[in-house]
């Protein structure tokens, strides 16, 4: 039997996780198909409450597009340990003799595969309903960083809010205060992909990928002591 | 004399926010015993259950299964249990065959395909492996769970009113799971259903108000006698037994 002490090989702990939560969604479709609605609504109702003018769309647009992922991002990871916990299927996890931090790491990826669905749906839509021109490898570069980030963070506080009463509440409430820098940078660097003079690109890019490096990481070490909890 | 233990709990307490659940029990379980708690709603034999299953921390005590704690060998403790609680735990998505391949997988078994087949038969349940679990009857999804829960023939099996909704046939597969009186597989169940605990279980321990206050053989006692003994044990305040032996039975 392949393990280290009787615990369970990591990778394919995590490789299993995964494949049974995308299984899972692709026959509820319960996370991707609000996601993806929430996110075009967001985009449609923005382009005609702001009047943006052909000078200033890159420069305004990429908030709005943010706006849409991040939104529809909470969505996913407000299902993703709520439905753990109310089917008793997390109690199922906690016995198995499977690291914690494969949990999160599996958790984490879905989120992240599911956003990336979300978001490559909506940047066409995106690109052609604001009329702005995109510069499509940094532009998915951006993205892919952004949405890193954003779930690294937002897996974490799904796992911490799924403990208390008022999850629904308590996750965009400790989220988004979480990832104000993520989603600066990563409105920053998107506006920079659609042709933004006024602003450098490098240093949002770096911050994007060191908020990336820390999250990962530091969620990674203390999901243990959360699931504990 | 004392067999090898399976199970030791010292001066168990846990409270759920401010309300005291369990109050310094002590319990000691020796491999290949059966053994039932037995107490009214709110006793604490579930918030018991899960302490040995290491689902809830204790807030004093110890807990020991297969001879370690939680914190000084998480996985052996982990690999040594089967817990079937008041959920499945599966997922609803999920085909009853997926269902125990994900926990196959999870618990790091060979020839896995094999364990799920073998769970599968083992539980009735072969005609409907490709189903989802969400459309299966309370029943089958219990029988399910039970699947899941042996899938990695565990030491220790710990069943919160397991039999509750299975039918004859299953029943009979629950205690052929419970394997030979005295062999390597040490069971701890909570029930109410008394003619099972007599059925399955060779010593009783009852709970009340989060403490233990008796514990009895089950052979030792007819089926009236162990009714009787209920009733006598849920009615008498703990505090009046102060002096009853809470361990092994002699």
């Known amino acids: 039997m392949s393990r280290a002490n ?8 995590v490789n299993t996780l995964v494949w049974r939560d995308l299984l899972s969604e692709y026959r509820s479709r319960e996370i991707l198909g609000g996601g993806i609605v929430f996110a075009l609504l967001t985009l449609v109702v923005f382009n005609f409450a702001i009047d943006l003018r052909l000078e200033s769309a890159e420069e305004v647009a990429p908030g709005i597009l943010w706006i849409g992922f991040a939104f529809a991002g909470m969505l996913a990871f407000g299902r993703s340990f709520a439905a753990e916990r109310e089917r008793g299927t997390l109690d199922g996890l906690l016995l198995a003799p499977i690291d914690r931090g494969a949990i999160y790491l599996a958790r984490a990826i879905t989120n992240a595969i599911l956003m ?13 309903l604001y009329n702005v021109r995109a510069a499509w490898g940094e532009l998915l570069l951006t993205t892919a960083l952004g949405t890193i980030g954003f779930t690294s963070a ?3 506080v799904a796992a911490i809010a799924a403990n208390t009463r008022a999850r629904e509440i308590m996750l965009p409430v400790l989220l988004l205060p979480l990832t104000v820098p993520v989603l600066i940078a990563s409105v920053k660097a998107t506006a920079v992909a659609l042709g933004a003079q006024s ?18 990481a530091t969620s990674f070490l203390v999901f243990e002591y959360i699931l504990d909890e | 004399m004392r067999g090898e233990l399976v199970v030791e709990v010292r001066g168990l307490s846990i409270a759920l926010g401010d309300q005291p659940v369990l109050r310094g029990v002590d ?4 491999r290949g015993t059966r053994l039932a708690l037995v107490g009214p709603n709110g006793a604490g034999k579930s918030t018991l259950l899960r302490a040995l299953a290491g689902l809830i921390r204790p807030g004093a005590g110890e807990v020991l299964v297969a001879g370690c704690t939680l914190k000084s060998d998480p996985w052996h403790v982990r690999r040594s249990i089967g817990f079937v609680g008041h959920q499945a735990m599966l997922h609803p998505d999920l085909t009853a065959r997926e269902n125990l391949a994900v926990f196959a997988r999870l618990y790091g ?7 799920v087949e073998q769970g599968l038969r083992q539980f009735g349940l072969v005609g409907r492996a490709d189903s989802r679990a969400s459309t ?4 089958m999804l219990q029988r399910l769970a039970l699947a899941r829960a042996l899938l990695h023939d565990p030491a220790l099996l710990l069943l919160d009113e397991a039999e509750t909704g299975l039918d004859l046939r299953a029943h009979e597969w629950l205690l052929a799971a419970f394997g030979e009186r005295g062999g390597p597989r040490t069971v701890v169940l909570a029930s109410h259903d008394l003619a099972f605990v007599r059925e399955g279980a060779d010593d009783v321990v009852f709970l009340r108000s989060g403490r233990v206050v008796d514990r009895v053989r089950t052979a030792d006692l007819g089926p009236d006698a162990l009714r ?5 044990a849920l009615a008498t305040p703990p505090a009046a037994r102060p002096g009853r032996a809470v361990g092994l039975a002699d």
């Open chain 2, 228 to 232: 009787e003994r209920y009733a006598d």
């Open chain 1, 154 to 156: 937002g897996t974490l």
């Open chain 1, 116 to 128: 990336c669905i979300v978001e490559l749906v909506s940047l066409p839509v995106f690109v052609a």
């Open chain 2, 109 to 115: 078994l060979d020839r896995f395909e094999e364990r």
């Open chain 2, 136 to 139: 299966f009857s309370r029943g």
């Open chain 1, 6 to 13: 009787g615990r369970s090989p990591f990778f394919r702990t």
């Open chain 2, 27 to 30: 319990l000691a379980v020796e």
């Open chain 1, 199 to 216: 602003v450098e690109p490098l240093p949002w890019l770096q911050l994007l990928l060191a908020f990336d490096v820390i999250m990962v």
